[in-house]
């Protein structure tokens, strides 16, 4: 089993920045990557980016060059750095990882991103 709870979240202006976190517990060493999901509403869960075990990133096209995955491995913490936020990156943003063996999704309880002026 793995706990996931992210953090940092917030009301932000159109060309602010915001970190979110999140702080993974339990099975770790069951899972390979750590990825950012977010999902406005109407919408489609889509994923943001991806950090995997060796370091190696994905990011979805259209945040590339703004936003930023990186982890702390000593805190089984994983961060996603976003610069330059622009009203259509409100969303709820999930943290998300799988178990490599048995298949089993786990997800945060997500936190709330809302650019706006």
């Known amino acids: 089993q793995v706990h996931l709870v992210e953090s940092g979240g917030g009301l932000v202006q159109p060309g602010g920045s915001l970190r979110l976190s999140c702080a993974a517990s339990?099975?770790?060493?069951?899972?390979?990557?750590m990825g950012w999901y977010r999902q406005a509403p109407g919408k489609q869960r889509e994923l943001v980016a991806t950090?995997?075990?060796?370091?190696?990133?994905l990011y979805v096209d259209s945040v590339k060059g703004r936003f930023s995955i990186s982890s702390n491995d000593g805190e089984n913490t994983v961060y996603l750095q976003m610069n330059s936020l622009k009203p259509e990156d409100t969303s709820v943003y999930y943290c998300?990882?799988?178990?490599?063996?048995?298949?089993?999704?786990?997800w945060g309880q997500g936190t709330q991103v809302t650019v706006s002026s």
């Open positions: 339990g099975s770790i060493f069951r899972t390979n990557f």
């Open positions: 998300h990882t799988k178990d490599q063996w048995s298949g089993r999704d786990y």
């Open positions: 950090i995997f075990s060796g370091g190696s990133t």
